[in-house]
């Protein structure tokens, strides 16, 4: 017995005795990477830095790590965003300006077509006279028509639109309407300039003044040089329209002739044409 005591106390487990010191290092390492984890995921979720608690610095400054073969770089930490502002943006005349002249001249051009069209049309309908209502400047009459007239617009085409002031613009618009007074039959009228001013400081185009309306006039025309064609050409030339007279006509370019002649239509009015013949 006594030897198997003393074979039991000869070597002593010395190593269960010493402190465990280096356990509680290790374990203070991990509470401290915790926090510090924690309070980055934290920051990253909320999209704001959030300063580290101070203890958890003080704690991780007083822990002596074991040497590394090369130090870890910090997490970087994510930027703060921007709050998104919920006041209303309004527009002003130079937003306005941004956008481009020929947008803003086509919109003119329009708005001006319209007005002309209605401030023109005589129909005898409630619809119309409340349509040239919400178009006409505020109160400025509408037009007074006697019983019976009826009128309708054939055609209106913008020819010019120009800028007088700050947003504001002078359209110039032909127009051709058909009449009639006690309905025997419709007239084509003489067409019209029409002069409108458009202000487009609102959210939509607005007329400011009652149009200038005046006779069109359509400046003087064109002479062209003919000359005499040659016999051949000339019988090319109605062969190919069913013509009944040559005018004339010149060389072209490349060769052949361009011929001017009085051809029929299909409705058997005969028009002065231009013909190419090789």
Known sequence: MDQDRNEVYERIPWETLEDKKGDRQWLTYGVAGAVVLGALA?????NRPVALPVAA???VSEVTAPSTPAAVDPVPVPAVSPTLSTTPVLTSEADLYAIHPERVADRVAAHAEWFVAEYLTVDGSEQGRETLASLMPVGVPLPVAPEGTLVFVEWVRTVSVEEIAPLTYRATVLARSLATLDDSGYERQAPLEVTVEISMTEESPQVLLPPEARPASSGPAHQPTLIAVPDDVGAAALE???GSEIVGGTPGEGGGWRVVLLA???DGVSRPVTVAVP
């Open 42 to 46: 934290y920051s990253y979720m909320s």
């Open 240 to 242: 190919m329209t069913g």
């Open 57 to 59: 610095m003080v704690e």
């Open 264 to 266: 029929p239509g299909l």
